[in-house]
């Protein structure tokens, strides 16, 4: 294709991206038009993006950290401030850790603690099939292992009490809020990936209740939310014997709140 014919195919999709509110039309269209293998593909992956559709599950793929990672339809797409999540849970992970990624969604979380960590052992689980089957996906080439099933429910036994990083994404947005979501969000990604209840926290509950008796003695569970959240999901871990901190990142809006269980220490006996 000339320059001018190239020019002029993306001067259209730019124009039809943009009169349906795309706000980075230029970028998306630059995007949608290095992926289309035919005209017939572009035009269909146009159609599917005017019509709501979000770009990631659009294109197949999300760049997270600097990593791509496939995102099927109708699986929750990562999130730029979920990058604070990794960075925290690699900051606290020991050599050769054990990591269980607990809601993995399409596995983004894990596949890049994979790709940035020495020797992880890792263990992923989400409730939503749709979730489970893409997180294999990404996670199942490098060696994880994907379950599925609720929370904790279908992780294999012989973990509990060796798990050095929980890492967890739970859904956290309150029930009343999802109407107030994105269109692209709100209709396009599961509901069990974005209702957290009506205060955004009941997985956040589940989660501390049983965390201590997953986590290996030092070990620390790592769990996003949101800066109003935080201090709330902090007390649930504090009441579940787990000693609480709170990380923010300004730049990407991100809060995670870390439980560490506490450490045994052996000590001598004297008479």
Same mark, same amino acid.
């Given at each position: 294709m000339s320059a001018p014919a190239e020019q002029a195919v993306h001067a259209a999709v730019v124009s039809?991206?943009?009169?349906?509110?795309?706000?980075?039309?230029?970028?998306?269209?630059?995007?949608?038009?290095?992926?289309?293998?035919?005209?017939s593909d572009l035009t269909s992956m146009v159609d599917q993006r005017v019509d709501g559709l979000p770009l990631?599950?659009?294109?197949?793929?999300?760049?997270?950290?600097?990593?791509?990672?496939?995102?099927?339809?109708?699986?929750?797409?990562?999130?730029?401030?979920?990058?604070?999540?990794?960075?925290?849970?690699?900051?606290?992970?020991?050599? $050769? %850790?054990? *990591?269980?990624?607990?809601?993995?969604?399409?596995?983004?979380?894990? @596949?890049? /603690?994979?790709?940035?960590?020495?020797?992880?052992?890792?263990?992923?689980?989400d409730i939503d099939p749709a979730a489970v089957h893409c997180a294999r996906r990404n996670i199942a080439a490098a060696g994880g292992r994907v379950y599925g099933g609720d929370l904790y429910e279908p992780v294999p036994d012989g973990l509990r009490g060796r798990?050095?990083?929980?890492?967890?994404? $739970? %859904?956290? *947005?309150?029930?009343?809020?999802?109407?107030?979501?994105?269109?692209? @969000?709100? /209709?396009?990604?599961?509901r069990v990936a974005l209702d957290g209840g009506v205060d955004?926290?009941?997985?956040?509950?589940?989660?501390?209740?049983e965390a201590a008796d997953w986590l290996a003695p030092g070990g620390h569970v790592l769990i996003e939310a949101s800066e109003r959240q935080a201090p709330h999901t902090a007390e649930m871990f504090a009441r579940?014997?787990?000693?609480?901190?709170?990380?923010?990142?300004?730049?990407?809006?991100?809060?995670?709140?870390?439980?560490?269980?506490?450490?045994?220490h052996s000590g001598s006996c004297t008479r």
């Open positions: 039809r991206l943009r009169a349906a509110g795309c706000v980075f039309a230029e970028d998306e269209a630059q995007l949608l038009i290095s992926e289309a293998r035919t005209d990631e599950q659009v294109l197949g793929w999300a760049e997270f950290r600097g990593h791509r990672i496939v995102v099927d339809p109708g699986v929750f797409v990562p999130r730029r401030r979920t990058e604070f999540l990794v960075t925290q849970a690699a900051a606290v992970a020991p050599p $050769a %850790p054990l *990591v269980l990624d607990l809601c993995c969604g399409s596995g983004a979380v894990g @596949a890049v /603690l994979l790709a940035e960590l020495d020797d992880v052992e890792l263990h992923a689980a798990v050095e990083v929980l890492v967890v994404n $739970a %859904p956290y *947005v309150p029930t009343g809020a999802i109407e107030l979501m994105p269109p692209e @969000a709100r /209709l396009h990604e599961p955004g926290l009941d997985i956040h509950r589940r989660v501390a209740a579940n014997g787990l000693v609480p901190r709170t990380a923010a990142c300004e730049e990407l809006d991100a809060s995670v709140v870390i439980g560490t269980r506490p450490a045994v």
